[in-house]
DNA sequence: AGGTGGATGAATATGCTTCTCAATACGGGA
DNA sequence: TCCCGTATTGAGAAGCATATTCATCCACCT
């Protein structure tokens, strides 16, 4: 499979648009990154790179990778978006600890089929979903305050 | 079962705050509309029986419902957030047309039992969760430009 | 009546994200 | 190599939904 710098320098070429110095930067260094980054959060990483950068390029770049369909976006309700890195990777869901942030990845065949087998029930043809899991894990359940 | 608005005006009293005729005016013209309403639109609707109130005190009182847990915030990713009136209603996830917008009320056993034995498998104590499945109803989904 | 604490509306502030704009870089053709 | 059109960039301003501030108001108690 092809790597996602090449499959972004393929998107771009085919919507006529550039691979540049700064694109690449910043789908590098959110490669290096194996985490869900908020754009301000991935803005910090790479400014320690080229502290030239715009923030703006940090958000336009993102919202790129989005549609190349080399990232995804997150959203685990706290009050920023998140991102990261799916080419490549299996689709996951979230299963997010409310009180210390821990965050697991999750992957369920029977949910996935049922998704698949309600949206059919109802006629709709899926694109995708999201789904996550907030609670307590082990260690802040035991110490609930 | 107890009607949301009295178990809002129990909640009100229990943390020493009072009921007010904006409080009750609010929660009334929300179960009025049995719909996914933004904090704008309810705030349209309250408006047209009292012109005099404040943005912000349907904001707030949105909040307080929540925290009464008679109401719950929703997240269709349009950009803004979205609440239904939960009390005395059985749970239920979302699966929305990326089109129209409509809009289906699901819930699946399956699903609901998997989503508990997972968190407890990574020892999470499950508070709550979050699905919606996207995609084209069968309307859209036959005239698809 | 006077006092106390919550509630309110208008205005302002906040925080994330997007847009505007002038300057720059790039790439293909003369 | 020079020219030209187009895409890109960074800085700052603008947008937009939501939160907060603050002076006033009000309900209730003594
Ligand atoms: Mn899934
Ligand atoms: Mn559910
Ligand atoms: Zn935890
Ligand atoms: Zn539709």
New binding site residues.
Partial sequence: MKTPQDAFTTY?SEK????????RLILDTFIDEKQHL???ELYDKVKKV?P????????????LLVEAGIVESLDFAD???RYEVSWGEEHHDHLICERCGKNIEILDDVIEKRQEAIAKEHGFTLSHHKMYLYGLCSKCGRKRS
């Fill in positions: 771009l006529n648009l550039k691979m540049t110095p700064q694109r908020s754009p301000e080229d030239s950068i715009g923030q703006a390029t940090v958000y336009r770049t993102l919202k009050g920023v978006s």
